[in-house]
């Protein structure tokens, strides 16, 4: 699903988000772990506010293994609680629940302090388009899903996918923006498809994938195109124009760029991280 964003959706999505913020002790904040900073929403912050956040770098499959550490203990540091995710994987999937009640500890002490039934969690998921939203609600509703319908406290309709005893959460996610004022992020969101590809040109989503490979993953780019070592060294454009004519597409780039583009998001580039840890902390 890609939204096109206005102001009066992004008020619209706010105000939603604000909503929902009421019934859940904790938010779940959805993020590819590709793109650890572009694909969070600018004004999460000030949406969430101080809501207890548990941070999910989903799709964490894809993603360049030493990079998501990185980014872990970077957000750690930052006193954020953050889990690295597959929304597909079962035992991923089933790490969210100690996760969530570490992050509300003290609620639990203090609840219990009270003399208060020990109840399941309530969380709403949040994210940008394509994240990865409908893939964990329905991976968590597959495995067990009772509809307990409306309760004391929630507006008409709200509804409730109970995950064990322990997890419940709004059966509808929070869609939130991406960012979109730096073309680099533009960029990268595109090439995840996170964004519509028609928003920027395909030989320049191809090219930038060339650069990134052959900066980062050359091994990775070799082995998928048959390319030497000295093919890399060729200005980028050069070595489109070779792929392409490898691949048996001649002078058609377009068809080229399409297939790069394709075939890295179909995972055959092997894992990739777009957000580089290094140039964000210099
Ligand atoms: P939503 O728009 O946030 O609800 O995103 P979706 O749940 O529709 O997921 C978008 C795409 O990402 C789908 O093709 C999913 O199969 C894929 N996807 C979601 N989570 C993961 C994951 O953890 N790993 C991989 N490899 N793909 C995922």
């Not at 609600?137 to 597959?142: D, I, Q, R, S, Y």
């Not at 070779?242 to 058609?252: A, C, P, T, V």
């Amino acid at each position: 699903m890609t939204i096109q964003w206005f102001p009066g959706h992004m008020a619209k999505a706010r105000r939603e988000v604000s909503e929902k913020l009421k019934f859940v002790d904790i938010v779940f904040e959805l993020i590819d772990a590709r793109l650890p900073l572009s694909s969070r929403n600018p004004m999460l912050d000030q949406i969430v506010q101080n809501k207890p956040r548990l941070i999910l770098l989903n799709k964490s499959d894809l993603a360049d293994l030493s990079q998501t550490n990185l980014w872990v203990n970077y957000f750690r540091e930052q006193g954020q609680h953050v889990l690295a995710l597959t929304a597909k994987d079962d035992k991923s999937v089933k790490q969210i629940v100690p996760a969530s009640k570490k992050v509300l500890a003290d609620k639990i002490t203090r609840d219990k302090e009270r003399g208060l039934k020990p109840r399941a969690i309530r969380a709403m998921v949040l994210g940008i388009p394509n994240v990865g939203k409908s893939t964990l609600l329905n991976h968590l509703a597959g495995k067990k899903v009772a509809s307990t319908g409306n309760r004391p406290g929630v507006t008409k309709g709200q509804q409730w996918l109970r995950f064990g005893s322990q997890l419940e959460l709004l059966d509808t996610p929070g869609i939130l923006w991406p960012k979109f004022e730096d073309p680099s992020v533009g960029k990268k969101l595109a090439l995840t498809g996170a964004i519509k590809d028609d928003l920027l040109h395909l030989d320049d989503l191809a090219l930038y994938e060339l650069e990134i490979f052959c900066r980062f993953y050359p091994e990775q780019l070799k082995e998928r195109y048959k390319l030497t070592q000295d093919d890399l060294f060729m200005e980028l454009p050069e070595l489109l124009m070779l792929i392409s004519e490898k691949r048996g597409f001649k002078e058609d780039y377009e068809r080229a760029s399409e297939m790069l583009i394709l075939e890295l998001r179909q995972g055959r580039l092997g894992r990739f991280t777009l957000d580089r840890f290094e140039e964000h902390n210099d």
